[in-house]
């Protein structure tokens, strides 16, 4: 990725055309996704904007400013408030039919006046015709909220709403099933040693 200024606007170029062959064939197909995300979201405050293709490879978009949430000290920067604001700006992207997929700190920003900013929507999903796809697109937007709701009781367990611990307390299926391996397969499977103990005396 690029920075590029164009007139007043600070804009990101994302382009694959120099990687080698297989690398521009998938990057085509991920410009291709992410640009019609864009344009979905199109006019959503806090989110990137989308300025056009450049060639079959590239794209811009606005630059956001904002620094990522950081892992410690973020209750000495905000409140629980952001969070409430956090979980808005990801409604507004899911009533246009995206699904963001990779709702963590680093794609959040902490924009100069405390509002928040969602970027990296490589992975996002778009809902569209069919049960199926439909169905995949609500089980992501879960997996979006699900997350983001994480995020706050990291930093403000007491700030939690009765809505968003009945949230926590069912995770998603899939995330069931991952935990389920970790905790109970990959345990079995590959066992912690116990650590030995040196007797100084």
Known sequence: MWRVLHGPERLILKDYSCR???????GRWVVAREQEVLRRLEG????PQ????VGHYGFLMTELSGDPLPRRGLRARTGPEFFDACMRLLEDVHARGV??????RKNFLMSPDGAPALIDFQTAWIDGRGW?????????ATVDRWNLVRMKMKSFPHALTEGERELLARPPRLLQLGRFVRQKV?????????????DLD
Do not use: E, S
């Open 132 to 140: 199926v796809r439909h169905r995949i697109f609500l089980f992501l």
């Open 186 to 198: 990959y345990a079995r499977l590959f066992p912690k040693r116990a650590r030995k103990t040196t």
């Open 99 to 104: 699904a963001h997929g990779d709702i963590r």
């Open 44 to 47: 959503i405050p806090g989110v």
């Open 50 to 53: 989308w300025r056009g293709a």
């Open 20 to 26: 080698p062959l297989l690398g521009r064939l998938w």
